[in-house]
């Protein structure tokens, strides 16, 4: 089962909600990724998940508030959103290689976010 | 320097051809990973291929090849008998060296929209 489920599909926010994007893999795979991607843009990384503890923030605004409540599940928390933010979040998971993995990393189908 | 060049921001290709999509990387590691990722406009991306920098020997996944020449840096995916569901974007991506017991980050090229023509 290679499959990577992310809710909601769709998400439409105002500026001063809070609202959660949720992701969840049971491929045993601990390393967890958040990508936000731009329409015809690849995807940028935002932050990395390796056994549960955050190992890479690439300087994300407070405003996005990722956490990892177990080796399955990532959340991602939004607060006081700009329209800026408006974009694909995708989340992603990998293998350790030792296990004879490459890090490939599969992807969810991703959560559409318009920040109004 | 970009570390991965996709010089195709579009491509067209006749259903049943082949076409080949073009992807040149830079990395001063010895070890490192190249792969191919496939995203159509529901928006997932689909892993396709992976090359190892040690692969003596051409990855091949069903109709999809890598090109990979190490000499020249460059790792182009070739698709066979291009079929209409294969319209979409596709991403080279590079995983600087060898692979990690936990995370490891992958640097995308900008993408080439591929579209297979009836």
């Known amino acids: 089962d290679t499959e990577v489920t992310q809710t909601p599909k769709h998400l439409v926010m105002g500026m001063t909600n809070k609202k959660s994007l949720k992701c969840e893999q049971h491929?045993?795979?601990?390393?967890m990724y958040w990508y936000k991607q731009k329409a015809k843009k690849p995807p940028e990384l935002m932050f990395v998940?390796?056994?549960?503890?955050?190992?890479i923030n690439e300087s994300v605004p407070s405003r996005f508030s990722p956490e990892c409540p177990n080796s399955s599940l990532l959340n991602l928390h939004l607060h006081a959103l700009q329209p800026e933010d408006s974009a694909l979040y995708l989340c992603a998971s990998s293998h350790p290689g030792q296990l004879g993995s490459y890090n490939e990393q599969f992807f969810g189908p991703g959560t559409r976010l318009t920040v109004l | 320097a970009q570390k991965i060049t996709q010089t195709q921001p579009g491509m067209f290709v006749q259903e049943k051809e082949a076409v080949t999509l073009d992807c040149t990387y830079d990395t001063s590691d010895q070890s490192y990973g190249l792969f191919w990722y496939k995203q159509p406009s529901s928006g997932e991306m689909i892993f396709l291929i992976y090359?190892?920098?040690?692969?003596?020997q051409n990855a091949t996944e069903g109709r999809y090849s890598l090109n990979f020449q190490k000499a020249r840096k460059s790792a182009n995916l070739v698709i066979s008998a291009s079929q209409l569901g294969d319209s979409a974007m596709y991403f080279c991506a590079m995983r600087e060296g060898p692979p990690s017991g936990s995370a490891r980050q992958l640097t995308f090229g900008s993408g080439t929209q591929l579209t297979v023509l009836p």
């Open positions: 491929m045993g795979h601990r390393a």
């Open positions: 998940y390796s056994y549960e503890k955050l190992s």
């Open positions: 090359q190892g920098s040690y692969d003596e």
